[in-house]
């Protein structure tokens, strides 16, 4: 179908001002947080429910063309970057958020609605949204649902497929399948919901979620915590974890990246010339701070430690942690390589040490910067000074992180950026079973086909091999 007979049909089922074709107008939704990732498409569509969305997704499955679902585009590993042909699908109009249920502590929220705003409405109502990261105020439901996202709070909430009780979902006939009651056991069958918390849109559009909330854990404390090793930081996670059951986060930092964060904020370190650094946050309890205090107390290795019980000083202790995106986003003239890595915690320490040797000897014009979620093994591994197109660095460390039996994708997805080191962490039969589950689901192809799933090949025997 022509494309402005296709334009017109998408227009009449969202409305004409909701169908964007100006590459002026698209080029926020082509391009990914990083900017190291950039596409065409044939246009952004914007339902504003999910009978739209249905509609949407029927016309284009009829009519050959690719969907790739889209949230808050806060992604960093290409997963919601169109190709030419492509057609967006914006979830941002799916907003709403229903009354928080106080009896089983649930909210249901659309997929365009923001973690900020979902953890507000728990607030709100007495309650909160187990998962907190740094784009929280942009970063969508449907978004963190479909990379199942993790964040500052795993440590004590687990990842978002642990919140999500059920959702609702237009698969690629334009059937809606909606599970929304909130019943906490229901052994019926296949539990599609937990399926599509990760599947990074390529199994279908989310378009609300039923969330589990968890108490408001009241009184809090932040601790910044500086350590004379990299080795007595690690060694303090297993302790903290035993000592405080009341921890909510635990996040790792070290000197040079704090040093930048300094001269980006404008402000001294916090906790001077200082090799590294755990955040440790308790949230509940009726003394946090003696909490801290008692179990920072019994660690061996301290040299200091910021203390904050307040909300604008937990506030401050915070943003050295937070800002380090927004510090590497603006060094360099090139889009920074981002790598979201997991390390079995008996092998973290070793992994710092040998990552750095390992990008000073294959990039040695680069710049490495590393910090992450300590109390699970997640580091984010960000490397400047790269080509976009230079994946050498990339290649070594993601070998380096599966030959020390971690996760080459901890909590971003696989997107475009890693799905041809998918091999490094699942089997082929693994890889096979995806294969069939993505035509079981999507037997048109629809949904992302560019994410996830490795390239396949025809061979001269014409078999299929990935």
């Known amino acids: 179908m022509a494309d402005a007979s296709g334009l017109d049909a998408l227009r009449s089922i969202v409305g004409h001002p909701h169908v964007l074709d100006d590459p002026e107008v698209t080029a926020s939704y082509r391009t990914d947080w990083t900017a190291r990732w950039v596409g065409t498409c044939r246009a952004v569509v914007r339902p504003a429910d999910t009978s739209e969305v249905a509609a949407v997704v029927r016309w284009c499955s009829s009519n050959g063309v690719h969907i790739v679902p889209q949230g808050g585009n806060t992604g960093l590993v290409g997963g919601a970057v169109p190709s030419a042909g492509d057609v967006v699908l914006s979830t941002l109009r799916l ?103 990760g599947s990074e849109g390529t199994l279908g559009v989310i378009t609300s979620a039923r969330l589990a909330l968890v108490p408001d854990a009241g009184e809090r404390a932040v601790a910044l915590v500086g350590f004379d090793s990299v080795d007595a930081a690690v060694a303090a996670i297993g302790p903290l974890r035993r000592a405080i059951p009341e921890l909510e986060a635990l996040e790792l930092m070290f000197a040079d990246g704090i040093a930048s964060v300094a001269e980006v904020i404008g402000a001294s370190p916090p906790l001077g010339d200082v090799a590294v650094m755990l955040l440790v946050e308790v949230a509940g309890g009726h003394d946090p701070i003696a909490v801290l ?102 290649a070594a460390v993601l070998e380096l992180v599966a030959s020390m039996g971690g996760s080459i994708s901890a909590e971003h997805g696989i997107g475009r950026a890693k799905r041809q080191w998918l091999h490094l962490n699942r089997s082929p039969a693994e890889i096979a079973a995806f294969r069939s589950i993505k035509r079981a689901l999507d037997p048109t192809a629809t949904f992302n086909p560019r994410v996830l799933l490795p390239e396949i090949e025809a061979t001269s025997e014409g078999v299929e091999r990935s």
């Not at 997929?111 to 007495?126: F, I, K, L, N, S």
């Not at 809606?176 to 052994?187: A, E, F, P």
């Not at 604008?312 to 943003?319: I, K, Q």
């Open 95 to 197: 907003s709403s958020i229903g009354e928080v249920d106080d009896r089983s502590g649930q909210v249901t929220a659309g997929a365009g609605a923001t973690v900020a705003a979902v953890e507000a409405a728990a607030r709100a109502a007495g309650w909160r949204y187990g998962v907190d990261f740094a784009a929280r105020e942009s970063a969508t439901i449907g978004g963190s649902v479909a990379t199942n996202a993790g964040g500052h709070h795993v440590v004590r909430h687990g990842m978002t497929r642990r919140q999500v009780i059920g959702l609702e979902v237009v698969l690629a006939d334009g059937s809606v399948v909606s599970h929304l009651g909130g019943l906490v056991k229901d052994n019926t069958g296949y539990d599609l919901g937990a399926l599509m918390c």
């Open 293 to 394: 205090g008692d179990a920072v107390g019994r660690l061996d290795g301290v040299v200091a430690v910021a203390v904050a019980d307040d909300a604008t000083r937990r506030a401050d202790l915070w943003r050295w942690r937070d800002a380090h995106t927004e510090t590497i986003s603006r060094v360099g003239t090139t889009p920074p390589h981002k790598l979201d890595v997991t390390l079995p915690l008996p092998r973290l320490a070793r992994f710092i040490a040998e990552v750095r040797s390992l990008v000073a000897t294959v990039a040695p014009e680069a710049r490495l910067w590393l910090f992450g979620h300590a109390g699970d093994g997640n580091i984010h591994v960000n490397i400047t000074g790269l080509a976009p197109d230079d994946e050498s660095v990339v």
